[in-house]
């Protein structure tokens, strides 16, 4: 019985763990951060990009900002308000549904420049084909007939 608990956690533990680490940080622009004169087009090009996975847009703060944007803005280079603007210099954007998804820089005109990014984000990736959490829940509370984290172990 208790064997069967504790395996049941591992399992749960395994699923969780493989798709936690199949997320992944993309610096924007890798060394030359996000800045005029560089084609993200091309850096976006060949990458996967999963829900989950985040985007680091890194610059000197002042010098550049980031938008997200929808796909008529990305294409005229129109900029929301700025309190909307993303101005740390090193601003973390997690991926968190599938679809495309657009950025800008708002200062000047450095998105007609070419300071812009498109991509298309992915469902979740998931590794391999391990029993999901959820599964491993349900099994269990129906197996051992008492809460999952029980404290009185036997
Ligand atoms: C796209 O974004 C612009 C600028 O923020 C906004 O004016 C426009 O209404 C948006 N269009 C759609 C279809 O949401
Ligand atoms: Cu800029």
Not at 15 to 41: E, N, R
Not at 75 to 85: I, M, S, T
Not at 129 to 152: G, I, V
Request: with cysteine.
């Amino acid at each position: 019985m208790a064997f069967g608990r504790v395996f049941v956690l591992l399992l749960a533990i395994a699923a969780f763990a493989s798709t936690a680490t199949s997320a992944t940080k993309f610096i924007v622009g890798d060394d030359s951060g996000w800045t005029v004169g560089f084609d993200y087009q091309a850096w976006a090009k060949g990458k996967v990009f999963h829900v989950g996975d985040k985007l680091v847009f890194q610059y000197p703060v002042g010098a550049h900002n980031v938008f997200k944007v929808n796909g008529t803005a990305f294409q005229n280079c129109q900029k929301p308000p700025l309190r909307e603007a993303l101005t740390t210099g090193n601003d973390v954007i997690v991926l968190a549904t599938p679809g495309r998804k657009w950025y800008i820089c708002g200062v000047r005109n450095h998105c007609n420049y070419g300071q812009k990014l498109v991509i298309t984000v992915l469902p979740q990736a998931v590794e391999a084909p391990a029993p999901s959490p959820l599964y491993a829940m349900t099994y269990s509370t129906k197996k051992a007939k008492r809460p999952f984290f029980s404290t009185n172990w036997p």
